[in-house]
């Protein structure tokens, strides 16, 4: 796999050899236990609170929500949001290349589930695994045509979409295709999107206005993300932890 075709902020730390690893087990290592992610902590309650109510209350065997981890790689945030884990289970379900060839939870409504990165090999472990059932391989700043019809397709069907922790990444150009995307789906759809402290402020502030241009603010929380690497606290002196503000959206209408 090639390194995406974006401009990234080189202050922050980039963890490309881990995700093109086989398995999510130097995931959990080097960022969950190192840099303390616990931000999923975070993401499953602003989930629990404004879209797990209206989920299980429409989910149904026959008709499942169709839903979306946008830029997600192995997955940890669909096993936050859907299956309800938090982060200690995720990292104990991450232990050994063993444990985390299943998940240890159920989803705790009917779903069908499509999983989009750039990484081959994440999508191949979330499909093996089971957290995907649909998988698109896609370097969302330069997707040929015909992979970029699929990604603004299952964004159009979307009713549950999460980005979390990945939109920093994304130029505002694709940004804009994909939330457009997202908004032409018929009937009710939710959103949920963080955006990081310090990385990328101006970036935020963009993506904030095209959210709010094209869909409904339902609700927020800030939290924590994780800690700063060594690299990051040269960077901005004083800091310890990389914040998140995590945003729930709905279609309009």
Partial sequence: MTKPDVRTDEKKQHFDDIYVAENPVPFKERILDQLEYVSDNFNRQTFDRLILPWAQQNASAEKPLKFVDL?????????ATLYGMDYEAIRNNWRDSE???????????????TGIDIS??????GHAAGLYDETIEADLNAAPADVQDQV????????????????VYLEPEAIARLLDA???????????????????????????RMLLERLEFVGSMASRHRRLS???????????WALLEIWVLRRKG
């Fill in 71 to 79: 830029a997600g790689c192995f997955g940890n945030t669909t096993m």
């Fill in 99 to 113: 444990a985390c060839k299943q998940i240890d939870g159920q989803r705790r409504f009917p779903a069908t589930t």
């Fill in 120 to 125: 081959a090999n994440a999508l191949a472990y």
């Fill in 152 to 167: 603004e397709a299952a964004m159009q069907n979307a009713d549950v979409v999460i980005s979390t922790a990945s939109l």
């Fill in 182 to 208: 997202f908004d032409k789906g018929a009937g009710e759809g939710y959103m949920l999107v963080n955006f990081l402290n310090p990385f990328a402020l101006e970036k935020a502030d963009e993506t904030k």
């Fill in 230 to 240: 060594p690299l990051e606290q040269e960077n901005y002196p004083g800091e310890e």
